[in-house]
């Protein structure tokens, strides 16, 4: 089992650019999460999915913000355009009885 | 006002020296509570979940306990592999079909030798 496969670990991108955050869930886990961790905020929950629909995306800070997940084994995470305030690490997790978590994409938006 | 709050916000002990991290929580009903270890560049780690008022779990050197506002989680004689932030979140019930974690902003404990 690799776990929880984010892509890319870093990014580093100009204000203005999209960027478009990778994430592979455990195979047979049916909920997919993403998360954002900063150093002011901690860890907060920015959209959700089971059965691959969206359920709650009421934690997307804006418009800017989209999630995508078009099938069992992979979703997206899109900014555009992006902002110096995005920068954060972004996590991924999916479940089926527990939690598991990616390793991140950590984005600097310069 | 922050549904999980952790303290301390930083802890730096000598090996061998046992402690607690706090976690307290406000939610209507809660489903579950959830403690991670997170390290440098990595994501969440599961420890334990506890599921009800006066529930413990153990390994190894942590023990998590559980009452209806509270969370502990117990360091016995820690080493300096134990350094790490670690976060509590809770799951709550909700007619929305909520499933997220709420998380805590962690302690950030440090073991030196």
């Known amino acids: 089992d690799a776990g929880v496969i984010q892509s890319p670990r870093h990014e580093v991108t100009e204000m203005g650019q999209e960027v478009t955050l990778r994430c592979k869930p455990i195979?047979?886990?049916?909920?997919l999460f993403w998360y954002r961790q900063t150093m002011m905020r901690g860890l907060e929950l920015l959209i959700y999915?089971?059965?691959?629909?969206?359920?709650?995306d009421s934690g997307m800070p804006e418009d800017r913000f989209s999630a995508k997940m078009p099938n069992a084994s992979f979703s997206t995470l899109k900014i555009q355009p992006s902002e110096p305030r995005d920068s954060a690490v972004y996590f991924c997790?999916?479940?089926?009885?527990?939690?598991?978590f990616g390793s991140g994409t950590r984005l600097t938006v310069v | 006002e922050d549904q999980v709050t952790q303290s301390p916000e930083a802890l730096r002990l000598q090996e061998g020296e046992s402690s607690s991290l706090n976690c307290s929580y406000t939610?209507?009903?809660?489903?579950?509570l959830f403690w991670y270890r997170q390290d440098p560049g990595k994501g969440p780690e599961f420890l334990f979940t506890?599921?009800?008022a006066g529930e413990e779990k153990e390994k190894e050197r942590l023990k998590a306990t559980l009452t209806k506002k509270e969370s502990f989680l117990h360091i016995t004689a820690p080493k300096p592999e134990d350094s790490a932030t670690y976060l509590c979140?809770?799951?709550?019930?909700?007619?929305?079909?909520?499933?997220?974690?709420?998380f805590g902003k962690g302690t950030h404990l440090i073991i030196q030798p």
């Open positions: 997790a999916s479940r089926s009885t527990g939690y598991t």
């Open positions: 195979s047979g886990h049916n909920s």
């Open positions: 999915f089971n059965n691959n629909v969206p359920i709650d």
């Open positions: 939610v209507s009903g809660l489903r579950g």
């Open positions: 506890l599921y009800s």
């Open positions: 979140a809770v799951q709550e019930y909700s007619g929305g079909g909520a499933d997220g974690l709420t």
